[in-house]
């Protein structure tokens, strides 16, 4: 995950270190990561030795396929809320200059929206798909209390990427995105044209972040792949290469703690809170 191409160079030396540990645990590790578009045959495939996902798949999609080690700590920007270690939120972000803001930084909200959400009603959010925690369920989560006269905003504009839901929004073609805190770090960093126009007004409630993960044939190595996740990334933090990522440290996890991600689906789900795609003319 996180894999932008200014950073590609960074990732493959994390994975140099990891690798090396897992080697040294007697398990063989491929040389170079891989690269697929298609993530989700990535991840069912029963070779992959370790990968990353987002926090919705061990849950969902993944349930069976899968086995959860644990999760790599990302560090948000300094300027926002700093959440347990190994998990993460997602900012709500609109233009600086959509005379919806909330004046004089009151914001829609923190992990649920408030009264002030509702100056944003009929508008269009971006997303990156309906299989992502962060960039789209957490918003119908936030929302929650905010439905009782039916949903609040009209369709969404499906990007594919929260890089795309930002830029989307910075050149009008949506109006609100929730875009996962680490995702917002980078874009501040490497989109700084597209999120210079944009504004956070809200954070969504915490959860475990994007976790490290075995294949379900393999599940029998899980105990040796998070102690070499535990010597990679000790040995990790500090460098050059780790910085640049905003790494920190690492956390083992338990399938049980990602319940609170099924929860938060199941009740964004329960209640209808956009239009159906493709209602508007936008």
Known sequence: MYDWPEIADALDVLWTV???????????????????DDLVSLWSDPAMLLGQVCSLNPVRDGLGETEVIGTIVYDPPPDLPQPAP??????????????????????VGTSIATAEIMEFAGARVAANGTDSQSGYWSLGHFVRDRLTDGPIFDDVLFTGAHRESVRAVADGHADLAAIDVHSWRLACEYEPDAAGRLEVIGTTDPTPGVVCVVSWELKHHRAALDAALHRAIDSFVGTPAARRLHISGYRTRRLEEFQIVADQVEDASRHPWHAPTGTTGA
């Open 18 to 36: 990891i690798a090396e540990s897992v080697r040294r645990a007697g398990l063989p590790a491929p040389r170079d990561l891989a690269r697929r």
């Open 86 to 107: 190994g998990s993460y939120y997602s900012v709500i972000v609109c233009r600086s200059d959509d005379p919806r803001r909330p004046p004089n930084g009151v914001g």
